[in-house]
């Protein structure tokens, strides 16, 4: 905008569209910063940072459910990334729950992956077969190194990243919150 002329080269839908992805962006960062200043505090702080990074590899190409209110969101961040950190740290899971874990999530990543939602929906047929490859493939990666490393940290971590997001693509988890699932049925093309 010219703050002189007080004119735009945008109109107002599109100075909406800025405005919500500006807001977006802001709290975003403010969670991630709260929610990593709090694992330092706990103690947590590389494991968090570990496990959003990992996290947010499926998330990227998977997509999946958004929290409806921000106030559920910070709940689940919260939950998500300081529990799940402290429970990576301190239980040694048997391998059996691996196996199993990472039988349900390559199941769920073939059939649901990527899980889009009301206000980003993956109406481009050609831009979801891609992110359904790149999910099932960095996926398998997760798997390939859960099964290969030694490191019990990053095996529980790569683990539970994998269970996340599955919950996050599952439709039960959008039957549970009453959200539409597969939204880019709603669009014609």
Same mark, same amino acid.
């Given at each position: 905008? /010219?703050?002189?002329?007080?004119?735009?080269?945008? /109109?107002?839908?599109?100075?909406?569209?800025?405005?919500?992805?500006?807001?977006?962006?802001?709290?975003?960062? &403010?969670?991630?910063?709260?929610?990593?200043? $709090?694992?330092?505090?706990?103690g947590l702080f590389k494991e968090a940072i570990l496990f959003l990074l990992l996290f947010n590899i499926l998330r990227i190409v998977a997509?999946?459910?958004?929290?409806?209110?921000?106030?559920?969101?910070?709940?689940?961040?919260?939950?998500?990334?300081?529990?799940?950190?402290?429970?990576?740290?301190? =239980?040694?899971?048997?391998? $059996?729950?691996?196996? #199993?874990?990472?039988? #349900?999530?390559? =199941?769920? %990543? =073939? @059939?649901?992956?990527?899980?889009?939602?009301?206000?980003?929906? $993956?109406? /481009?047929?050609?831009?979801?077969?891609?992110?359904?490859? @790149? &999910? =099932?493939?960095?996926?398998?990666?997760?798997?390939?190194?859960? %099964?290969?490393? &030694?490191?019990?940290?990053?095996?529980?971590?790569? +683990? %539970?990243?994998? #269970? @996340?997001? +599955?919950?996050?693509?599952?439709?039960? +988890?959008?039957? #549970?919150?009453?959200?539409?699932? *597969? *939204?880019?049925? *709603?669009?014609?093309?």
């Amino acid at each position: 905008m /010219n703050i002189i002329s007080g004119t735009s080269k945008y /109109n107002k839908e599109q100075l909406e569209e800025i405005k919500y992805g500006l807001e977006g962006i802001y709290v975003a960062l &403010s969670k991630v910063i709260i929610i990593l200043g $709090l694992s330092a505090i706990l103690g947590l702080f590389k494991e968090a940072i570990l496990f959003l990074l990992l996290f947010n590899i499926l998330r990227i190409v998977a997509f999946g459910i958004h929290a409806s209110k921000s106030i559920y969101c910070w709940i689940s961040s919260s939950i998500s990334f300081l529990l799940i950190p402290y429970v990576c740290i301190n =239980i040694e899971f048997p391998m $059996l729950f691996h196996i #199993i874990s990472c039988g #349900i999530s390559f =199941i769920s %990543f =073939i @059939l649901y992956a990527p899980a889009d939602t009301v206000k980003r929906p $993956l109406i /481009n047929k050609k831009k979801r077969i891609i992110y359904k490859i @790149l &999910s =099932i493939v960095f996926a398998t990666t997760f798997i390939t190194l859960i %099964f290969t490393i &030694s490191d019990i940290l990053l095996k529980n971590m790569l +683990t %539970f990243a994998l #269970i @996340l997001e +599955t919950i996050l693509i599952s439709p039960i +988890t959008y039957k #549970i919150f009453k959200l539409p699932y *597969n *939204n880019y049925k *709603n669009y014609k093309g």
